[in-house]
Structures are given as C-alpha cells and as structure tokens.
C-alpha cells in the first residue's frame, strides 16, 4: 500500500506543479502588453525583433542590405552567435540583376 | 492490474537509483529539449502580434546593392493607386552610442515637437531615464537636448529595446538624411488581399525598388524560428541517442538477482505477458516522471529564469539587447510531440529487453545458469 502511497504522492506533486504552470502560464500571457508592441509597430512601422544590435542583418533582417558582403553568411555562429537565432533574409532578397545567354 | 501496478513499483523501488539516474538524464535532454521550443514559440508569438501592426508593404531603393536614400516626393505616384490607405515615407537609421557601447535605431516621427524625445526601455535602463529628464544626442554635425516625454514600456522590449523616437525633422538632423529624403517608404493597402496587385503595380512603375511585403516579412520569420528551432533538435538528438543507449544497457543487462527473481516469478504461475507487463510499467513510470519533471524544469529555466542558458546563444557579441521576457505559446499538441519523440522510443527500446527477461526458463533462472 505504501508503494502506491508513494507514486500517488509524487502523481499529486506533478499534478500541482503543473497546474502552477498553468496558472503561472495564464498570468505570464495577461502580464504581457501586446498593445505595447502593436503600439509601437503601428508608430514606426518597424516589426523586427531588437534580439541583437550589433549587425543589420539580425536587428532588421527584413530590410538588410541584400548585396553587402555580410550578407553572404551571416547566420554563421563562428561570426555572430546572435546568428543562432535569426537568419538572413533570402526570402525577401530581390533579383536585381537580370542574366539572359545568348548563343 | 492492480498487483502488476503494486510489483512494477515496488521492482522500481528496489531498482531506485538507477532508475533515478535516468530519469535524471531524460529530464535533463527534455529541459533541453523543451527550452528551445518554447523560447522559439514564444519568440514566434510576439512577432506574428507586431507584424500585425505592419505596414503592408516597404519600398526601399538600392544603390550599388545597398540600401539608399529614398526620394519623398517618390511617395506621390503610390497614393492614388487601388486599395492604397496611406503611404508614409519613413525617416529612421542606426546611430553608434558610445555610453550603451552599441547602435541605438533612431525614428522620426511625423507630427512631432522638436524638443522631446520617446525612449525605448532598454536605453532608458540603461541611463537610468525618469519621463522629464533631459537628454542631450549629438553627432559629428549636429546637437540637440531634449526631454524625455514618454518611456516605452519594457513589455514592447523585444521590438523597442533599442530604440529613439524623435521627430521627423530632429531625425534627419541626427541621421544626417538630407530634407526631402527618406530612408523608405511605408505603405498600407486595404483589403489585405490587394497587396499583391499593389505590390505588382509598383513594380511595374518603379522597377528598381526593393518591396518587403508583411507577408514576406512573416514568413521569413516563420522559417527562420522553424528552422532554428530544428536546428536545436539535432543538436539535442545525439543527446537523446546517448540517453536512450544507456537506457538499452540497464533494461537489457539484468543481474543474477533480478534473473532469480523473474523466475521465481514465473514458477508461481505469472505468465510471459505479466512480467513483460511489470517491466513496461516500470519503464513507462521512469519516462513519465523524467519528461514531466524535464518540462517543468524548462518551463522554469525559459519563463522564470529567462533562458540564461540561451540567451548568450541568442544575442551574440550585442550590448544592447532586449531581456527575454517572454510569455508562454506553446500548444498542446507541441508538448504532446514533445513527449511522444522522447517517451515512444525510451518505452519501445525497453520492450525487448523486457521481452527477453520475460521469456527466461524459470527453471535455469533460479538456479542462476
């Protein structure tokens, strides 16, 4: 008996540290302002995530200058450990140079 | 049930620190594990709510593959196309300070006194900012004090750390932007559906332009969060191929007592599936309290302790940058697929071995052969 004294012990334990989570989670989630950062967004027009601001390329990956030579491989750790988090913008680098063979 | 349930704990018991000792590392890879998705999640979360509040569409001019000054009257022809609501051309650039060590991002803003200045809570932290304070920015050509008007909330910190808002004109002084010019320009369409014809139209008018379109923009964070975030989990699988390796190696490599005793067992008359069923409860009670106690250190290490395990991953050589107060997003279904590629194989790799102790002569175990 006392075996299932034990795991309904630690059953129960989980059970309120999850629910403090829960709880804790619901607080956390209301705590934070979203207006805040739609406020802020909607007055400069600026979405990206200030994680780091030392490199263009991660403080506003959408708007980095596509053709500098950091561009090349800045999501690399070896250069910008920051580059773990972020990286680079192929998604939104445009064509700007048309190529055409000709034979 | 009830009595394998009673045996399987007891076996547990008996067994209690090696079966702690994995629980250990199965919570410790789970923690690991369970940090990176939810900082990737909540990280998610709080840019698709900025996004949101985006313009529809920027337009930036490129000179020599570099982002350059943008003409304002540019601006004009964007007005009165279909579906354009407003078009903003925007003034703002980065500025080396010296005191953070770091660039800060200076806005104008349209519409503004001279004399104030909005600060962004990282920089206001950092310089110990109170609203009325006076702050003096200078730059190579031009100097200026102003007066802290409002300090933005630390809660938009992790789009607002860094930056100063100022007006447009005190903008151009401290960025050096000639009048006339901007850094971009900001549009907005309404319906959101004719951002598309929009965006070709500009296209077709002003070739050169680069356009960032709020859908582009959310996608490549979207990969960009799916992919890091995958990428932590390779890190973390040889972790996990460890774990499961040594997991292999306990349920597999059964002692002369614990041969005796499953012979015993089966001499009174348990059955193969009995025992094989103590031993996959017994295993399934490790797996369960290690990923639930993982989980819970991870939610601790992320959302109480913000993530300082991480955090040095995720900003870099930056001085100034945003503490990651984060507020949790992750669903359930994340945390159920969690669990299901950490507690599947740990329980399935334990069945075979289950199976063989199970399928022991009773006969020959007790005699210890």
Known sequence: MSRFRVLATLSLALGLATLGVFIDANRRRGAIDSQAIGSFVRRTGS????????????????????????QDGPPCIDTEPAGMAIDEARELLPSTLSIRVMR | MRALLHYALGSASRRGPKNLAIALGLAFTVALIGSGIFITESLRAVHQRAIQEAPSLLLERLEGGRPALIPVDAAIPFRAMLGVRDVKPRVWGYTFLGAAEGNIVVFGEANRDAEHVTVGPGLARLLGLRIGDRLALSTASYAHVYRVDQLLPASAALVAHDAVIVSEDEARLLLNIPAGMATDIAIDVFPPEEIGAVSAQISELEPTLRIVDQESMSRLYTLTFDARGGMLLLLYLPCLAALLLLAWDRFSGLSTEERREIGVLKAVGWSTENVLAVRMIESLLVALFGTAFGLLAAYVHVFVFEAPLFSRLLFGWSTLHAPLTLAPSTDIATLLALIAIVVVPFVSISAIPAWRAATIDPDRAMRGD
């Open chain 1, 47 to 70: 979405a990206d995530l200030a994680l780091s601001s030392t490199s263009r390329w991660l403080r506003h990956p959408s708007l980095a200058e596509p053709g500098a030579a950091c």
